[in-house]
T-cell receptor
Framework: NAGVTQTPKFRILKIGQSMTLQCTQD?????MYWYRQDPGMGLKLIYY???????DKGEVPNGYNVSRSTTEDFPLRLELAAPSQTSVYFC????????????????FGAGTRLSVL | GENVEQHPSTLSVQEGDSAVIKCTYS??????FPWYKQELGKRPQLIID?????GEKKDQRIAVTLNKTAKHFSLHITETQPEDSAVYFC????????????FGAGTRLFVKA
């Protein structure tokens, strides 16, 4: 299994531009998450999804949108990029339906480093 | 809303000494407490976890303790090594269908050789 794959690894945007951060997982996890991590800070939950077709807001959803059309993919959309969105973005997934919900271990992607100038 | 507080924010120890990181959570419904290690420029990775029906768990040089009454849990690293230098995050997961995990702000651990 590749685990959780994020693309791109790095991106520079101009203020007002839009982009989509891609995230895919091949572990048959039904839960997926997007976090942002500002320099020297912890992880803040942006959006999460408990399954295909279901998404919900986390702690810091403003300025972002998500969709979950398949179990594998959970893209994050920035519509009008702002300097405050400069951060490292991590996608994560958890809960293997084949094993049962014994633990909510989250597996993280390698991250996308985004700068908005 | 739910909150997880983590202390200290920075911890510096001599190689071979022990390191302790403490966390407090607010949501009484939390029943799963993972700890993640994040090396510089890398993704967070789970190092140990504990469920609310257990008071202590150990895995080689790392251990976690939980006091559910006081809503405290701690990470203990013994015989620290330079490769233990990283940022450590505690987290609390509520017993809800959303499995939403709240992370602490992180502790930057420096192990001096």
């Amino acid at each position: 299994n590749a685990g959780v794959t994020q693309t791109p690894k790095f991106r520079i945007l101009k203020i007002g531009q839009s982009m989509t951060l891609q995230c895919t997982q091949d572990m048959n996890h039904n839960y997926m998450y997007w976090y942002r991590q500002d320099p020297g800070m912890g992880l803040k939950l942006i959006y999460y999804s408990v399954g295909a077709g279901i998404t919900d807001k986390g702690e810091v959803p403003n300025g972002y949108n998500v969709s979950r059309s398949t179990t594998e993919d959970f893209p994050l959309r920035l519509e009008l990029a702002a300097p405050s969105q400069t951060s490292v973005y991590f996608c994560a997934s958890s809960y293997d339906l084949r094993l049962g919900a014994a633990k909510n271990i989250q597996y993280f992607g390698a991250g996308t480093r985004l700068s908005v100038l | 809303g739910e909150n997880v507080e983590q202390h200290p924010s920075t911890l510096s120890v001599q190689e071979g000494d022990s390191a302790v990181i403490k966390c407090t959570y607010s949501d009484s419904a939390s029943n799963y407490f993972p700890w993640y290690k994040q090396e510089l420029g890398k993704r967070p990775q789970l190092i140990i976890d504990i469920r609310s029906n257990v008071g202590e768990k150990k895995d080689q040089r790392i251990a976690v303790t939980l006091n559910k009454t006081a809503k405290h849990f701690s990470l203990h690293i013994t015989e620290t090594q330079p490769e233990d230098s990283a940022v450590y995050f505690c987290a609390a997961s509520p017993n809800t269908g959303g499995f939403k995990t709240i992370f602490g702000a992180g502790t930057r651990l420096f192990v001096k050789a």
